[in-house]
């Protein structure tokens, strides 16, 4: 049975250091109870306790971890059914196919289309993760040479299929210095693929015919000593597929069943030769509740919509999306371009900057980290008022950019500008529009 957050309280050091990111090793406590935190957090927990502790401070979806470097790809580690409990750990990866009966032509197109395929939005760049590379032709050697070109074009993580143990071992042997997650182990191959996986040290997926004998297949596993686990529920029609990872899910986080206690794997390509049906039900499986999902190919007008779903559904809803604090240049800008404030709200960003695009007037956009608040909203918390705006302007480095003095603040916080006028002396404080739309027609009176 797990321990409670008192027992487990006991256990812990009493410090109350806070390196954990808590106040208190009470809150931590029951941090772990609840699944919501790991036990690695704390640096001085000792060896004795960290046995005691290791169930209670597992997630109840164990976390697992595909590749390595910056470029690995974590999947797991959920703590909810629904985002508005807390929030959704892990997105899911998303993965293109690529079989080794495909041309070279075909290949080549593929990895450059995994590569290219980024978008920039937020702030962020969105793109996919993962290469699942699949075995049809049940040659070794071809598989391997497939497997080696992959890893010499892609920094990708990948996904090696096959149901052949041998088959496996050779793409393993082409990157095993990698973590590949290894597909799939099933009742007829599980002992050599859990030795395979235990020599190399890499994450497993499991393939069974439903879910009994996905828990018998991930308890044998466990028993071996294998942890970082994926599982296929072998489900291919979409209500079944949908059913299942409900159930995964739940039994996982409300009845803390460890044999279903690890992330999914969604094929997708499995369940459709429709691409645009495919994307459909790809989306499904990124809202519920899949860990990867493999594509059959990736094309810009599915895969693009698939990336912003999975940001949405996956940013934490208690942080607003925020952009970096700093000097941001839209056009060709001078030292006799306008300069614009806002907040770092994201939103706020877009809309702003989108409008002095709009404009065709070259202009510098200081943009004030208000903690992902509106300008507005971020006023009235009293995380943008004059006195701290000011520094910012002085600190940020543009007054060494232009030649004039003049700063442009939105028409929302013009009571801030008298305020702002006594702390930055040497400024003009202009008050521009209030709205976004009427940025462009305000430009365009512009004089330095």
Known sequence: MPLTGIEIFKLLPKTNCGECGVPTCLAFAMSLAAGKAELVACPYVTDEAKERLEEASAPPIRPVTIGVGEKAVKVGGETVLFRHEKRFEN??????????????????????????????RVGLTLRPELVAVKCESQDAAKFKALVTKIKQKSDASVILMSDNPDILAAGLDACSDSKPLLYAATKDNMDKVTALAKDKSCPVAVRAENLDELIELTTRLEQSGIKDIVIDSGARKLSQTFEDQIIIRRAALEKKFRPLGYPTIILANEMTDNPMKEALIAATFVAKYGGIIVLSDFQGESLFPL???????????????????????????????????????????????????????????????????????????????????????????IADEIKHRKLIIQGYIAIESGGLEEELPDWEIMVGPREGAHIPAYLKTWKA
């Open 307 to 397: 990336l912003v779903l999975r940001l949405n559904i996956f940013t934490d809803p208690q942080r607003p999306l925020a952009t970096t604090e700093g000097i941001y240049k839209i056009g060709n800008t001078d030292d006799n371009s306008p300069v614009l404030l806002t907040s770092n709200f994201s939103l706020t960003y877009f809309i702003v900057s989108g409008e002095m695009e709009n404009s065709r007037v070259p202009s510098y956009l200081l943009v004030k980290d208000t903690e992902g608040l509106s300008v507005m909203t971020a006023w009235a918390a009293g995380k943008f008022g004059a006195d701290i705006i000011a520094p910012f302007v002085k600190k940020c480095g």
């Open 91 to 120: 997105p899911p990866g998303i993965a293109i196919l690529i079989s080794d009966t495909m041309a070279d032509s075909e290949v080549d197109s593929r990895l450059d289309r995994s590569s290219n395929l980024q978008y920039e």
